[in-house]
C-alpha cells in the first residue's frame, strides 16, 4: 500500500521531507544490520575456503599412507628408440642385450588391372570380389578394403594395384587372381619374420612385437639396430616416482592452507567501515582458534622427521624476517633427497611419513579434527550458516516495522494537516462573525 501524500497545506511545513529526513534516522539500524550480515557471510565463505584446503591437505596425507602407493613395482626402460619396452607382468631384473637384424613385413605385390566392358570378378584370399562394367582401378580397391575376409588391403599408385597381406611374417601370403589381374613379380616383396638376438639367443618373430625374447616383457622393435641396444628391468620396489609426486602434492596442499590462513587472520579490520567491502576486512583477524590450528600443524612437523624426506621450511639465513617462508612455516620440497631414500631404503621413507612417528600421523588427526563434520571449522560454518538465516529474518522484520513507521507517520501528519484546516477555518469563520456584530 502506497503511502499518503501530506502536501502541508494547512502547517506550511515540508511535511515529506520531514518524514524522509526521520525514516532516514530509522533506516541506520538497518544499514548496520545489512553490514552485520555481510560480515556473516563473508565469514561462512572466508571459513569454507579454509575447510576445503585443509581437506585438500588430509586428502593428500591419506594417499601418502595408502598401502597401494608402497606397493613394489618394476620399471623398465630402453637405451635406444629401435626397441621400446615395456612389463606385462613380473620380469627379471638386469640388464638385457637386443640386437635386431631383421623386421618382420608383410607380403605385398602389385598388379596391372585392366578395365572391361562387362562385369569382372576376382578372387583375393579366397574371397569373390564382383566388380561392374568398365570398373576401374579404384573400383577395386573400394571392393577390396570393405571386405577384410580378404585378409589383404589395397591401394592404388601411379594406376597400378598394390595389395598388401594384413599380416606380418614370412607365412603371411596373397593370394589374387582374376582375368583383369596381370601380376608384376619383378616387384613382389614377400612376408618376412623379425630377426634378434637377445643376450647371444636368436630368435625369429612373425611380428615386430615380442612378448617371448624377455619373460615378462613386450618389446616393440621398430628399426635394424646397428648395435645392442640394452633393456632394463628394475628390481621390484615402491614406485620412487609416484611417491615423489605424492609428496609433493601435500607440500602443496599444506603452503596453501597455512598462507591462506595466515592472511586471514592476519589481516587488518577497518575501524568504521563505510561499505561492505571495508567491513568484511579482517573478519578472522587474530582468530584464536585458527592461530592455535596453525601452530599444531607446525609442531607436528617440526617435530617429525620431515628433512629426511627432502621437505624442510627452507635453509636459514641472515636476511630472515617476518614475511619469510621459513618464518610463516611454508615447506619446501627437495625431490633429490627423497630419490636418495626411497633408492636406499623405501621401508625408512615410508615410516618417516606414516610409521609412529611420521609426520602424516602427527599431522592427520589435526587436520581431522578440523574439518570433520562436527569438528572445529564445520561447526563454526553451520553457526555462521544459522546466524546469517537470523539475521535475514531480523532484516525482514525489521523491513516490515519501518514500512509501517512510515505509513503511520504519513497517516499522523496527515490528521495534522485536516485538524489545522478545520481550526483555520473555524477561525476565519468567527472572525467573520465578529466582523458582523460590530458592523
Same mark, same amino acid.
Given at each position: 500500500?502506497?503511502?499518503?501524500?501530506?502536501?502541508?497545506?494547512?502547517?506550511?511545513?515540508?511535511?515529506?521531507?520531514?518524514?524522509?529526513?526521520?525514516?532516514?534516522?530509522?533506516?541506520?539500524?538497518?544499514?548496520?544490520?545489512?553490514?552485520?550480515?555481510?560480515?556473516?557471510?563473508?565469514?561462512?565463505?572466508?571459513?569454507?575456503?579454509?575447510?576445503?584446503?585443509?581437506?585438500?591437505?588430509?586428502?593428500?596425507?591419506?594417499?601418502?599412507?595408502?598401502?597401494?602407493?608402497?606397493?613394489?613395482?618394476?620399471?623398465?626402460?630402453?637405451?635406444?628408440?629401435?626397441?621400446?619396452?615395456?612389463?606385462?607382468?613380473?620380469?627379471?631384473?638386469?640388464?638385457?642385450?637386443?640386437?635386431?637384424?631383421?623386421?618382420?613385413?608383410?607380403?605385398?605385390?602389385?598388379?596391372?588391372?585392366?578395365?572391361?566392358?562387362?562385369?569382372?570378378?576376382?578372387?583375393?584370399?579366397?574371397?569373390?570380389?564382383?566388380?561392374?562394367?568398365?570398373?576401374?582401378?579404384?573400383?577395386?580397391?573400394?571392393?577390396?578394403?570393405?571386405?577384410?575376409?580378404?585378409?589383404?588391403?589395397?591401394?592404388?599408385?601411379?594406376?597400378?594395384?598394390?595389395?598388401?597381406?594384413?599380416?606380418?611374417?614370412?607365412?603371411?601370403?596373397?593370394?589374387?587372381?582374376?582375368?583383369?589381374?596381370?601380376?608384376?613379380? !619383378?616387384?613382389?616383396?614377400?612376408?618376412?619374420?623379425?630377426?634378434?638376438?637377445?643376450?647371444?639367443?636368436?630368435?625369429?618373430?612373425?611380428?615386430?612385437?615380442?612378448?617371448?625374447?624377455?619373460?615378462?616383457?613386450?618389446?616393440?622393435?621398430?628399426?635394424?639396430?646397428?648395435?645392442?641396444?640394452?633393456?632394463?628391468?628394475?628390481?621390484? !620396489?615402491?614406485?620412487?616416482?609416484?611417491?615423489?609426486?605424492?609428496?609433493?602434492?601435500?607440500?602443496?596442499?599444506?603452503?596453501?592452507?597455512?598462507?591462506?590462513?595466515?592472511?586471514?587472520?592476519?589481516?587488518?579490520?577497518?575501524?568504521?567501515?563505510?561499505?561492505?567491502?571495508?567491513?568484511?576486512?579482517?573478519?578472522?583477524?587474530?582468530?584464536?582458534?585458527?592461530?592455535?590450528?596453525?601452530?599444531?600443524?607446525?609442531?607436528?612437523?617440526?617435530?617429525?622427521?620431515?628433512?629426511?624426506?627432502?621437505?624442510?621450511?627452507?635453509?636459514?639465513?641472515?636476511?630472515?624476517?617476518?614475511?619469510?617462508?621459513?618464518? *610463516?612455516?611454508?615447506?619446501?620440497?627437495?625431490?633429490?633427497?627423497?630419490?636418495?631414500?626411497?633408492?636406499?631404503?623405501?621401508?625408512?621413507?615410508?615410516? !618417516?611419513?606414516?610409521?609412529? *612417528?611420521?609426520?602424516?600421523?602427527?599431522?592427520?588427526?589435526?587436520?581431522?579434527?578440523?574439518?570433520?563434520?562436527?569438528?572445529?571449522?564445520?561447526?563454526?560454518?553451520?553457526?555462521?550458516?544459522?546466524?546469517?538465516?537470523?539475521?535475514?529474518?531480523?532484516?525482514?522484520?525489521?523491513?516490515?516495522?519501518?514500512?509501517? *513507521?512510515?505509513?503511520?507517520?504519513?497517516?499522523?501528519?496527515?490528521?495534522?494537516?485536516?485538524?489545522?484546516?478545520?481550526?483555520?477555518?473555524?477561525?476565519?469563520?468567527?472572525?467573520?462573525?465578529?466582523?458582523?456584530?460590530?458592523?
Amino acid at each position: 500500500m502506497s503511502p499518503i501524500t501530506v502536501n502541508g497545506l494547512g502547517s506550511s511545513l515540508n511535511i515529506e521531507q520531514i518524514i524522509e529526513e526521520t525514516m532516514s534516522v530509522e533506516s541506520q539500524g538497518k544499514q548496520r544490520l545489512e553490514l552485520r550480515t555481510g560480515e556473516v557471510k563473508a565469514r561462512e565463505s572466508a571459513l569454507q575456503a579454509i575447510k576445503t584446503k585443509l581437506e585438500a591437505v588430509e586428502s593428500a596425507t591419506f594417499n601418502l599412507k595408502s598401502g597401494s602407493l608402497w606397493e613394489d613395482v618394476q620399471t623398465i626402460s630402453s637405451s635406444s628408440t629401435a626397441v621400446t619396452a615395456e612389463l606385462n607382468g613380473a620380469a627379471g631384473s638386469g640388464g638385457y642385450q637386443i640386437e635386431v637384424s631383421q623386421l618382420a613385413r608383410a607380403e605385398q605385390r602389385t598388379y596391372t588391372f585392366t578395365e572391361s566392358a562387362e562385369p569382372q570378378t576376382l578372387t583375393i584370399g579366397g574371397q569373390t570380389i564382383e566388380l561392374g562394367a568398365n570398373a576401374k582401378v579404384a573400383d577395386v580397391v573400394a571392393a577390396i578394403n570393405s571386405n577384410h575376409e580378404t585378409g589383404v588391403s589395397a591401394v592404388e599408385v601411379g594406376g597400378k594395384l598394390i595389395l598388401s597381406s594384413r599380416t606380418t611374417g614370412s607365412e603371411s601370403t596373397i593370394e589374387a587372381s582374376g582375368a583383369g589381374l596381370t601380376p608384376e613379380e !619383378a616387384k613382389t616383396k614377400l612376408g618376412q619374420n623379425a630377426k634378434y638376438v637377445v643376450d647371444g639367443v636368436a630368435g625369429e618373430s612373425q611380428s615386430n612385437i615380442l612378448k617371448e625374447a624377455i619373460p615378462g616383457a613386450t618389446l616393440t622393435i621398430g628399426a635394424v639396430t646397428t648395435g645392442p641396444v640394452t633393456v632394463n628391468v628394475g628390481e621390484p !620396489a615402491p614406485s620412487t616416482k609416484a611417491i615423489a609426486e605424492a609428496v609433493k602434492t601435500f607440500v602443496n596442499a599444506y603452503n596453501s592452507a597455512v598462507e591462506y590462513i595466515e592472511a586471514r587472520t592476519s589481516e587488518q579490520p577497518v575501524k568504521e567501515p563505510k561499505s561492505q567491502e571495508e567491513a568484511n576486512r579482517g573478519i578472522l583477524f587474530g582468530d584464536s582458534a585458527l592461530t592455535s590450528l596453525l601452530s599444531q600443524m607446525r609442531e607436528s612437523l617440526s617435530e617429525s622427521g620431515l628433512a629426511a624426506l627432502g621437505v624442510s621450511t627452507g635453509a636459514p639465513s641472515a636476511s630472515v624476517t617476518a614475511e619469510s617462508s621459513s618464518v *610463516k612455516g611454508i615447506l619446501v620440497f627437495e625431490e633429490s633427497k627423497l630419490t636418495a631414500l626411497l633408492n636406499k631404503s623405501p621401508t625408512e621413507a615410508k615410516e !618417516a611419513i606414516s610409521g609412529v *612417528k611420521g609426520f602424516v600421523t602427527a599431522l592427520e588427526p589435526i587436520v581431522n579434527q578440523a574439518v570433520k563434520p562436527g569438528g572445529g571449522i564445520a561447526e563454526r560454518i553451520s553457526a555462521a550458516t544459522a546466524e546469517a538465516a537470523s539475521m535475514r529474518e531480523q532484516m525482514t522484520s525489521l523491513e516490515e516495522r519501518l514500512v509501517l *513507521k512510515e505509513e503511520r507517520l504519513h497517516a499522523q501528519f496527515s490528521a495534522m494537516e485536516v485538524a489545522l484546516a478545520k481550526s483555520k477555518s473555524e477561525q476565519e469563520w468567527l472572525a467573520g462573525q465578529l466582523a458582523g456584530l460590530s458592523n
